[in-house]
């Protein structure tokens, strides 16, 4: 299993391929902040009046399926922590030349019950 | 008498030189080589070089000297100077020639590389969305470890700490200036666990080594030949933890640092606990620790302890990074795997002045890793 889609498979060098949506919760398999501000390119232009703004980054191991990678959003007061409950939810992750706010997957701590 | 020797090195100073560009840098690195062995330009049957940011290597036969030997330019990542090497040693080994060269220089921009995500088969959307630096993977990669094996960020700090005092020792270094606990470990944080002092930046430098056969070594006057014993490259196997990788498969495997050393060891015929010297690609503080075990040098969670001791201080039991690393001389892609050869050489012939490792050490071996998840290693003796 591999993401995003690709035409043949890393592991067994097969190109018998299956799309199939993935499960939407997992646990955080590990996680960094990004303090300074990408390079543009490739990062996209952020236009905020207070400059950069750090973010989170992490992979989510999916039960059964595959770990992705992650931007992530979380308050700066919630601490994270390996093996914490994710799910996926949809974020604004930054905002575009012409001042258009680009909205993308990310995943968020959930309730442990979830 | 080994079937490929190192019989020359040569080595622009890294760091910053706005004066030079990077290929000039690689010349003056060749030019060193050749006056170190004793031989001419002429006398090069065949060469292997690259750079990432400064241009094909090839050109430099313009300020060498036009002599039509082939000239094969490699573009392999942060295992160019690696690759470069390889090429080489399989010309001497495949018997196509008896004196060949491995030449890496480059320079950068100052600050963390700009990615261009098409480049390493990722979508625009990876870095449009601030996924494509590899600060973030070595932090990323670092975390997962630190959590499943117990290092701690003092063990970061021991290792910058480290580096910046081999770098102080280290004339060709860029950064010459040992630095304290305090300063390392209060410096801003960049990507968590990693902070300023903790990452190599990309920089500027060159190198250049000949290799002979045993024929051209018994011709030539020069220095006491090191012996080549192993160069191997890897490439990444399914379910391991790579640069660049939008996902990871749950079934974890083995890093290509791990293949390419076994690979090397074999060739060898050697182990790890005969090594008397290592380079270990220290992109960042934590990369250098989890090398350490990636290599062989010890078992996964023990580099806490052994950092602690002081094992890979100079006078340790396995110095490491003798030269100051990534972390004090910076990270000319296309010339740091060289580098770790070159410094291996000065040690194996004791000319290593203030930072030798004392008892005469007559194994070295070296690690580069990069982009997207490849390994090259190489195993020395005097």
């Known amino acids: ?114 | 008498m080994s079937e490929v020797s190192i019989i020359g090195i040569g080595l622009h100073p890294f760091g910053r030189t706005p004066q030079r560009s990077g290929m000039e840098q690689g010349v003056v690195a060749a030019q060193a080589a050749l006056a170190d062995a004793g031989i001419s330009w002429k006398d090069v049957q065949y060469a292997f070089g690259g750079s990432s940011a400064a241009g094909n290597a090839d050109t430099m036969v313009n300020r060498l000297g036009l002599t039509g030997l082939p000239f094969i330019n490699v573009a392999n990542g942060c295992a160019t100077g690696g690759s470069a090497l390889l090429g080489a040693y399989m010309a001497i080994r495949s018997g196509q020639c008896d004196v060949a060269i491995a030449v890496g220089f480059d320079k950068h921009e100052a600050g963390a590389f700009a990615v261009n995500p098409s480049d390493w088969g990722l979508g625009n959307w990876y870095g449009e969305s601030g996924l494509a630096l590899t600060t973030q993977f070595f932090a990323m990669k670092l975390k997962r470890y630190m959590h499943e094996y117990g290092i701690t960020n003092d063990a970061l700090v021991r290792v910058a700490m480290k580096a910046f005092a081999n770098g102080a020792m280290n004339p060709n270094a860029w950064r010459r200036k040992a630095m304290t606990y305090e300063e390392i470990a209060e410096s801003p944080m960049l990507n968590d666990p990693l902070r300023k002092y903790m990452f190599c930046s990309p920089a500027e430098g060159g190198v250049a080594l000949l290799l002979a056969s045993p024929a051209a070594v018994r011709r030539s006057g020069g220095r006491k030949p090191i012996a080549l014993r192993a160069a191997a490259i890897r490439t990444r196997n399914f379910g391991s933890f790579e640069v660049f990788s939008p996902s990871l498969a749950l079934q974890r495997t083995q890093s290509p640092s791990v293949m390419a050393s076994r690979a090397a060891y074999e060739m060898a015929g050697i182990g790890p606990e005969d090594i008397d010297v290592a380079q270990l690609q220290d992109t960042e503080s934590g990369a250098e620790i989890m090398h350490m075990a990636e290599n062989g040098f010890c078992r996964d969670g023990e580099q806490e302890s052994m950092l602690r001791d002081g094992a890979t201080l100079i006078t340790g039991r396995l110095p490491v990074n003798t030269d100051g690393g990534c972390l004090a001389n910076g990270e000319p892609i296309g010339a740091s795997g060289l580098r770790q050869v070159y410094e291996l050489c000065l040690q194996l012939r004791g000319d290593a002045g203030a930072r030798q490792v004392p008892n005469d050490p007559r194994i070295g071996y070296s690690h580069v890793y990069g982009a997207p998840g490849v390994s090259a290693v190489t195993i020395l003796s005097s």
């Open chain 1, 1 to 114: 299993m591999n993401f995003p889609r690709q035409a043949s498979c890393p592991r067994c060098c097969g190109s018998d391929i299956t799309a199939r949506p993935l499960g939407s919760v997992g646990r955080l398999w590990t996680w960094t902040t990004q303090e300074f501000a990408p390079k543009s390119p490739p990062y996209a232009v952020t236009r905020s009046p207070e400059g950069f703004a750090p973010f989170l980054v992490g992979y989510i191991e999916l039960p059964g399926e595959v770990i992705v990678e992650s931007r992530i959003v979380a308050p700066r007061s919630q601490k994270l922590a390996i093996d914490m409950p994710m799910q996926l939810t949809f974020a604004p992750l930054f905002t575009d030349a012409e001042g258009i706010e680009v909205i993308g997957f990310a995943f968020a701590p959930a309730p442990e019950d979830t």
